[in-house]
Nanobody, 111 residues
Framework: QVQLVESGGGWVQPGGSLSLSCLSS????????MGWYRQAPGKQREMVAL???????NYADSVKDRFTISRDNPQNTLWLHMSSLKPEDTAVYYC?????WGQGTQVTVSS
């Protein structure tokens, strides 16, 4: 059974940076697609960034040029490096690997 464990969430001031990691219990290379999603209170879960096994990453328009997704397959880890954070980035961030989900980690951006 696949387990995905996110870490790195927390509170940060607007304009700050934060990095999230997602550790997989199985070989990350086995996943076709890994990605990050987020869900803000009262809103639907939305895609933030995706990274397929091969090819360039995809980003939501709202995070382009601010967030960077990367896969470290030998370490079975997916990363999301976030910079220039805005209050509207506040959400629970979820790691996804094909049909598998992590438990989520809270990111709060406020002054």
């Amino acid at each position: 059974q696949v387990q995905l464990v996110e870490s790195g969430g927390g509170w940060v001031q607007p304009g700050g940076s934060l990095s999230l990691s997602c550790l997989s219990s199985v070989n990350a290379f086995s996943f076709e697609t890994m990605g990050w999603y987020r869900q803000a209170p009262g809103k639907q879960r939305e895609m933030v960034a995706l990274k397929r096994r091969w090819g360039s990453p995809n980003y939501a328009d709202s995070v382009k040029d601010r967030f960077t997704i990367s896969r470290d397959n030998p370490q079975n880890t997916l990363w999301l490096h976030m910079s220039s954070l805005k209050p509207e980035d506040t959400a629970v961030y979820y790691c996804n690997a094909d049909q598998n989900w992590g438990q989520g980690t809270q990111v709060t951006v406020s002054s």
